[in-house]
Nanobody, 121 residues
Framework: QVQLVESGGGLVQAGGSLRLSCAAS????????MGWYRQAPGYQRELVAT???????NYADSVKGRFTISRDNAKNTVYLQMNSLKPEDTAVYYC???????????????WGQGTQVSVSS
C-alpha cells in the first residue's frame, strides 16, 4: 500500500525552469534510494538522477550542471530542480523509490504515474 505521486510538470520555453516533486505515502518503514527517470516517445526509459539515503547523488551526463536532486526525508519526498531546460528534455518524468515497508522486510521498488515535461524551442 505505497504510492508515489509526482507533480510540477508543465510546458516551458527553452532556458526555463521547472521543479518536480514526488511524495511517497502509505506503509513505509524506510526509503533507501529515490530518483527520477524519464521516457520520451519512441525511446527507452532512462535514468535522470538518483539520491541515496546517505546523501550520495548521481546524474546522467546530459543533465549535469542543470538539474539538482534533493530529498526531504521527514516528508518522504524527492525533488528535481530543472534549470536551463532544452527541447531534448521533453519527456514523461517518473519518480522511483526503493522502500522497506516493515522492519526486517526486503526493499521493494515503486514507480509513480509520471508527469509530463514539455520544452519548446
Amino acid at each position: 500500500q505505497v504510492q508515489l505521486v509526482e507533480s510540477g510538470g508543465g510546458l516551458v520555453q527553452a532556458g526555463g525552469s521547472l521543479r518536480l516533486s514526488c511524495a511517497a505515502s502509505g506503509s513505509i518503514f524506510s526509503i533507501n534510494t529515490m530518483g527520477w527517470y524519464r521516457q520520451a516517445p519512441g525511446y527507452q526509459r532512462e535514468l535522470v538522477a538518483t539520491a541515496t539515503s546517505d546523501g550520495s547523488t548521481n546524474y546522467a551526463d546530459s543533465v549535469k550542471g542543470r538539474f539538482t536532486i534533493s530529498r526531504d526525508n521527514a516528508k518522504n519526498t524527492v525533488y528535481l530542480q530543472m534549470n536551463s531546460l532544452k527541447p531534448e528534455d521533453t519527456a514523461v518524468y517518473y519518480c522511483n523509490a526503493n522502500i522497506r515497508r516493515y522492519y526486517s522486510r526486503p526493499l521493494i521498488e515503486y514507480w509513480g504515474q509520471g508527469t509530463q515535461v514539455s520544452v519548446s524551442s
